[in-house]
Every structure is written in structure tokens, then in C-alpha cells.
């Protein structure tokens, strides 16, 4: 009989340790995780029968908890009430109290310990969330890469009809703001390092009760729906809300609601020292907001009308009012106006602060920006100039370029010439030409 290829090539020994392990495995003389290049025990320590000498045994973790293994590109999750305070803090294996192997015992139950000194460490602070709004029974608090999420809401039912407790809706709102985080980032070419802060801080409360003893504790500001204060450097940024289900009568419409809050708190903190020479500090503060009120909430509304192509958040009503210009079509409002001229100026509305526009004008914000995302006649070439791939489609890199001009407080005529690609005499016409395009009933 002639032996395999493999054991007239090279590959002969090799293939002789291979098949001496696998003998090794089957005799149970060494474990499978020694096999995988896992811990090994040191020269002369004896081998262990209960872990298989591994220093780790097994543990059943309830099947609820395999969220704590939600992870995305740019994040995963780093702490979980609900895991810390569960049998054997949710981990799937627990270590060896009876481990032969010394050196193995003294790892498994180092990095048990970790755990739980981390659990120790990080629970009770945000327990002092459910103190602060004397809650009577206990949050779920959850942090991932860039939220931290204390959660008071007992059960959600999402559109998909499918009913989930606090503890899974916490990971879920985690897991959608993350990727509302990520696409922010890539859409507009920013990174973690320019920004003042890169952890957001959400309070979700089933009662407003609840809610206003917390808002001013973590915002210092009051309010009846939602507050929320922007990330600095010395405060974090922080929004506190509760669930009106006469607002928001669904999963929906409050992720809607929550996704134009982020949008405020994630474009506020994007402010970097270096772009700035010694002496020089730009906008003061930082948030648009103040100065350039037309691209923050037309960023707010943008982001949220992706969401099934509604806007139900008005920046308005985070100032306890309740007007309204129109129906709820904002495409329909926007293209009746611009057929009938009766819209208003560009360059009369960019100098309002956020909290100063109207109702009226919070539409027209939005549609403006809405005109600044489209996608470019050239973008291709732009693409193929910057050396984007497929992946990379639906970039707005030049809109990024305008936030950050604005965190350099460059007038708003040169920031349309500088980065966008605009003209401010002209900007009025070309928007126009583009809702009657785009707005118009046959086109939707």
C-alpha cells in the first residue's frame, strides 16, 4: 500500500505530529484547548480531570443573555446590569475550585475576579441613577463602546410585533444607537479622536414623575418631554426623556424622537483642539446650535426622516410648545411653497439660532440640508478622486467639511463656496429647481 501525497512531500512530519496529537486527544491526555493553542499548564504541574486541564468549567448561561455578545465594527457591549447581577455574572464558564493544574487555577480565577472587580466598580454608580429617581424598582443599565443607557421601560413591542423586556429593548436601543453612531461618523469622515466626547449618556423613563427628578440632575435643566445638555469639558453629554405614549405611540416613533436628540449631542461634541492654531478656539462654545441653526436641526431632522420618511420631532417642542406649520408631508409643504414662492430666504434664516426658528422654518431647515445630502451629479469622479470603494457609497464628506468650518466659525456664504459647492445668490434658485425635481407628487 503507498503511502498519502502528504507523507511523501515536506509536510511528512508534520503530518506525523498531527496524527500524534489526535492520538494524544482521543486517549484524553491532552485537552482539546491545549490543542487550540489555549492555556497550558507549566512544565511539571499535574494535568486535571474536572476541567480537562483548563482551569475552567462549563456554565449553562440563560439564553437571554447572549446579547451581552452584540458587538458591531466600531463597538461592543462593556457592561450590563442584568449580566453583573446574574448567575455567575452571565459568563459561560466559571472557574475550577478543584483544578489540579496550579498555574491554570490562578488565571481562570484571576480573570473571574477581573469580572466581577469590574461589575463592583461600575454598578453601583449607575445604581444611583435609580436612587436619584426614586424609582422603585431597579433600572437596566447598559454600556457599550459609546452610550451609556439607564433604561426604565418595562417591555416595548417593536414593529416587527415582537414584544421585549427592559433588559432586551435596553440592547436593542444600544445596538441601533450605535449604528446611528457609526454611520454619522463614516457618513461625514469624523473620527473618535476629534471629538470632546466620545460616551453619550441616555435616561429612559417609563413615568415623567421619574423623569423630572432625574433631568435636572444630569442636565440642570426641567422640562415636561425631553432635555438634554451637550458633552463638553466639564459635563457630559447627557439626554433625559421618558416614554409619552401619547407622543409616541410607538417603538418607532421614540426611536425617531431619540435618534434627533443623538444627532444634536453626536454633531455638538465634534470640536478638535489641533485644527485650531495657539490663541485660536473657534466657535464658543461649540455647539451649532448657537450660531448655525439651520444645519443643526436640519442634521436633527434629516438623520430622523430616514426613519420610514417621517419627522415628528421638532426642536420646538423640546421647548415646551406645541406649533405647527402644515400637515405632517413635509415634502408636500415644502413643494407647494416653493411652486407658489412663498418660501422663505436662505440667507434671512441662517443667522437663528436653533431655539429662534419656527415652525415653518424647521421644514424649510431640513429640506436645505435634505438638498446638501443629495447625491452629486459628480460624485463618481469625486470618489474615484478620493479613493472610495463600492463600501463607501453614500458619503457626505462635504457636508462633514461644513460642520467643521462651522466649529472654526467661518461665515456661512464661504463655508457653501468652501466645502459645498455653493453659491449664496444662487442657493435659493438651485434648491428650488431641485424640490420641484424631486418633491413633486409624481416623483414620491
Request: proline share 4%; with cysteine; net charge negative.
Amino acid at each position: 500500500m503507498s503511502l498519502p501525497n502528504s507523507f511523501v512531500r515536506t509536510g511528512f512530519r508534520a503530518d506525523l505530529l498531527r496524527v500524534a496529537l489526535f492520538s494524544l486527544l482521543c486517549l484524553g491526555l491532552v485537552s482539546a484547548q491545549e490543542a487550540d493553542d489555549g492555556p497550558r499548564p507549566l512544565p511539571g504541574e499535574s494535568r486535571c480531570g474536572f476541567c480537562k486541564t483548563t482551569g475552567r468549567l462549563e456554565f449553562e448561561v440563560d439564553s437571554n443573555f447572549e446579547v451581552e455578545r452584540d458587538h458591531g465594527e466600531t463597538w461592543e457591549v462593556l457592561h450590563c446590569s442584568e449580566a453583573y447581577e446574574a448567575d455567575n455574572m452571565a459568563l459561560p464558564w466559571m472557574p475550577c475550585g478543584r483544578c489540579k493544574t496550579p498555574s491554570l487555577k490562578e488565571a481562570a480565577e484571576s480573570e473571574w475576579n477581573a469580572v466581577k472587580a469590574r461589575g463592583d466598580s461600575w454598578l453601583p454608580v449607575r445604581r444611583r441613577v435609580d436612587t436619584v429617581a426614586k424609582l422603585k424598582r431597579p433600572m437596566v443599565h447598559l454600556e457599550t463602546t459609546h452610550f451609556v443607557i439607564a433604561w426604565d421601560i418595562p417591555k416595548i413591542k417593536t414593529n416587527k410585533k415582537k414584544t421585549l423586556k427592559a433588559h432586551h429593548a435596553a440592547h436593542l436601543y444600544g445596538a441601533r444607537l450605535e449604528d446611528l453612531y457609526a454611520d454619522f461618523q463614516k457618513r461625514f469622515g469624523i473620527s473618535d479622536k476629534e471629538n470632546m466626547k466620545n460616551k453619550h449618556y441616555l435616561y429612559v423613563f417609563e413615568r415623567q414623575l421619574n423623569f423630572q427628578s432625574a433631568a435636572p440632575v444630569y442636565t440642570g435643566l426641567i422640562g415636561t418631554s425631553t432635555v438634554k445638555r451637550a458633552g463638553g469639558a466639564n459635563h457630559e453629554s447627557a439626554v433625559v426623556t421618558w416614554l409619552d405614549r401619547g407622543e409616541f405611540p410607538t417603538d418607532d416613533d421614540f426611536f425617531r424622537h431619540l435618534t434627533h436628540s443623538m444627532v444634536h449631542q453626536i454633531s455638538a461634541v465634534y470640536y478638535d483642539v489641533h485644527w485650531f492654531e495657539p490663541g485660536e478656539i473657534g466657535l464658543t462654545p461649540p455647539w451649532l446650535a448657537d450660531k448655525y441653526g439651520w444645519l443643526d436641526a436640519g442634521l436633527a431632522h434629516w438623520f430622523e426622516r430616514r426613519l420610514e420618511g417621517r419627522t415628528d420631532t421638532y426642536c420646538i417642542r423640546e421647548q415646551n410648545t406645541t406649533d405647527r406649520w402644515k400637515g405632517a408631508d413635509w415634502h408636500n409643504n415644502i413643494y407647494k411653497s416653493v411652486v407658489a414662492e412663498e418660501s422663505p430666504l436662505f440667507a434671512d434664516t441662517i443667522y437663528k439660532p436653533t431655539q429662534a426658528l419656527t415652525a415653518r422654518e424647521h421644514q424649510f431647515v431640513w429640506s436645505w440640508v435634505d438638498y446638501l445630502m443629495r447625491p452629486k451629479d459628480d460624485q463618481s469622479e469625486v470618489d474615484e478622486e478620493q479613493g472610495q470603494t463600492e463600501d463607501d457609497k453614500g458619503l457626505n464628506l462635504d457636508v462633514g467639511l461644513a460642520m467643521r468650518l462651522c466649529k472654526e466659525e467661518v461665515a456661512t456664504r464661504n463655508i457653501l463656496s468652501q466645502a459645498l459647492d455653493e453659491n449664496m445668490l444662487m442657493f435659493d434658485a438651485r434648491w428650488a429647481e431641485w424640490v420641484k425635481e424631486e418633491y413633486a407628487p409624481s416623483k414620491r
